[in-house]
């Protein structure tokens, strides 16, 4: 089975890129475009290497969707990676208080993306 990243967003302006970046280091994205259906590929599928949450589906019911899984042990341990629009000192705080393990701005996305997804991943996905 190939390693797979659960990719929370609705803005089909950054689909497209995330998705190539993720393959470039064969990871495959399952897009997702609500909370509801990020529940259902996380109950009913094999567990992602990592959760990229884009904040700009919806902030608040961002980070309390990223606050429900870090509760919840089955998903403590899959880094987390949100994206938001713009460099914000208090909403990043705030993505790390909810259990973020990463945050990336849109703007820096192309550039910063693979570096930051692979040094999130568990080492053995490093290999």
Known sequence: MPKQALFITNDT???GLVSGLLAKIEIEA???ESF???DF????QALPECIILD????QSQGLDYLRKLKADER????PMLVIIETPDPVLIKDAFQAGATR???KAFLQRSFLHTIIDILPSPAKA
Do not use: H
């Open 55 to 58: 904040l700009s589906l919806s």
């Open 41 to 44: 590929v996380l109950y009913y």
């Open 13 to 15: 302006n950054i689909t």
């Open 36 to 38: 509801a259906k990020a």
């Open 103 to 105: 945050y990336l701005a």
């Open 30 to 32: 399952m897009l997702v």
């Open 75 to 78: 998903y403590t341990k899959i």
